[in-house]
Every structure is written in C-alpha cells, then in structure tokens.
C-alpha cells in the first residue's frame, strides 16, 4: 500500500532548466494538489486537480504547470526554474472534498535552484 | 489577512505533561473544516485530528483533542501526556466551504509551531 509517492526526492537544478516533479497515488482518489513549503510559511497551494483532465491554480502558480491525464498521476512543472524555487515540495491526494475527507501527502521533494 | 494565525513559532514541554497549541482561523464561510498536521524532523505530513465546523462536540484521537471555540475562532490542538516522539512542528489547516462542486479539498495552513519535548 505505497499511498502517494514522489519522485525524486531530491533534486539540485541551474536558473533556467526544466524539470518533472513526479506524484502518484494508488488509493483510488479524485483529488490531487501540489503544495510548497517555506521556511516560516507554512504550506501554499500550486496547482490542484478534481479529477482527471480537470486542473486549477492554487495560491502560487506562477512558474509551474500541471496536467492529470490519469487518475493516478499528477506531475509538477518547473519550465525555467528560478532560485525563488527552491523549496520543499509537498503532494496530496484525497477521496473526496468535504467533511473529513483528510489529505494524505506524499515524503516531499527538495529542489535547489542555483 | 492571515486565514491561519498560530502564533507560538516555538514551545516547550516536559515529558508527560499536556501542551496546547494555539491555531486561530478567518473566514465567512458557515461550513469549514479544521485540521492539524505533524511535520517529524524527518519531513513528512502525518493527519492527527479534524474538526468540522458543525461538530458540537470538540474532536478526539487518542492523546489528541482540539479545543474548538466557534465564536473565538480558536481550534487550539491539546496532546496529553507528552511523549519525546511527539517533538515536531504542528500545522494548524482550513479547507472553507463544505460541498463545492470542484472545491478540490483545498487547505490552507498556518505558519506552524515547533513543538520540543524534554525530559
């Protein structure tokens, strides 16, 4: 029973490059979101999806793209990363969105940026 | 405006005593929902309590209860008997709204706290 998975689960990028950062899960659920973690700021949503085809930007989209071709996947996108990048990137996946349906995340992903 | 205050960037607890942790919330919304997460110094998120908005009586899980206070909009996370594992930052979440078409269980997370048990 893996739950959500991120790959990898560290990454060093120069200004400029692009990157994947992968996330699966196997539980079956609808609802997946990219999530950033910064010192002192808690976590700020990216990108969230309801279901397969179907994405949404978050509180902190700029510089990132996400698609959902399957239920089970949802990628992160880095196009032309930016030291303002670096950061711990979390993913979360949920059956449903109400009441106690809870986020279950993923390890983290830790990008550097030079 | 902060959605999420938790204003205790650091506390300290002695082994086998209770602690609170404060979270304070904003919202409009009639319908919402209360989280608290722990975050290990090995880096993942671990779900220890919810709350909804509607719920008359305050959550409990195990040493884990949230103190809800509706009209303070104050959802402060009480752990009982301190143990040395318990040693972590704890995040305090909100998902508004409660069946949105499309809603995507979005939350939102106050800055956390640092929690340290000592012996």
């Known amino acids: 029973n893996a739950g959500v998975t991120q790959t990898p689960k560290f990454q060093v990028l120069k200004t400029g490059q692009s990157m994947t950062l992968q996330c699966a899960q196997d539980m079956n659920h609808e609802y997946m979101s990219w999530y950033r973690q910064d010192p002192g700021m808690g976590l700020r949503l990216i990108h969230y999806s309801v279901g397969a085809g179907i994405t949404d930007q978050g509180e902190v989209p700029n510089g990132y793209n996400v698609s959902r071709s399957t239920t089970e996947d949802f990628p992160l996108r880095l196009l032309s990363a930016a030291p303002s990048q670096t950061s711990v990137y979390f993913c979360?996946?949920?059956?449903?969105?109400?009441?106690?349906?809870?986020?279950?995340f993923g390890a983290g992903s830790r990008l550097t940026v030079l | 405006a902060q959605k999420i205050t938790q204003t205790q960037p650091g506390m300290f607890v002695q082994e086998k005593e209770a602690v609170t942790l404060d979270c304070t919330y904003d919202?409009?919304?009639?319908?919402?929902?209360l989280f608290w997460y722990k975050q290990p110094s090995s880096g993942e998120m671990i779900f220890l309590i919810y709350q909804g908005s509607y719920d008359e009586q305050n959550a409990t899980e195990g040493r884990y209860s949230l103190n809800f206070q509706k009209a303070r909009k104050s959802a402060n996370l009480v752990i009982s008997a301190s143990q040395l594992g318990d040693s972590a930052m704890y995040f305090c979440?909100?998902?508004?709204?409660?069946?949105?078409?499309?809603?995507?269980?979005?939350?939102?997370f106050g800055t956390g706290t640092q929690l340290k048990v000592e012996l």
């Open positions: 979440a909100m998902r508004e709204g409660w069946v949105l078409t499309g809603g995507g269980n979005k939350l939102t």
């Open positions: 979360a996946s949920s059956y449903g969105d109400s009441g106690a349906n809870v986020l279950t």
């Open positions: 919202t409009s919304d009639q319908s919402y929902g």
